[in-house]
């Protein structure tokens, strides 16, 4: 099963809007992103990654919604302890 995962796009390097490139902080983890599917990204930005390509926006308040649901099943994950 694939995920896409919202992050915060702290850099962008590039002008051609195909070889664009971001930054994006996955909770302080820093990756590489094609920034190729959203041309009109811009430092600041909420973006949706999907196998390194950032594939839409979202505002701030949906990426912290976003946020608390991952850190919920993060915490039911530990309560439920490793799997068999």
């Not at 694939?2 to 809007?17: N, T, Y």
Request: one cysteine or more; a negative charge.
């Amino acid at each position: 099963m694939c995920l896409a995962v919202p992050g915060k796009l702290v850099a962008v390097s590039g002008e051609d809007p195909l070889q664009r490139t971001g930054k994006v902080s996955f909770g302080g983890v820093l990756k590489d992103v094609s920034l190729a599917c959203l041309p009109e990204a811009k430092v600041g930005d909420y973006v949706i990654v999907h196998v390194g390509m950032a594939i839409s926006l979202l505002d701030e308040e949906e990426a912290n919604e976003t946020f608390r649901y991952l850190q919920e099943i993060e915490a039911l994950g530990r309560q439920q302890g490793p799997t068999p």
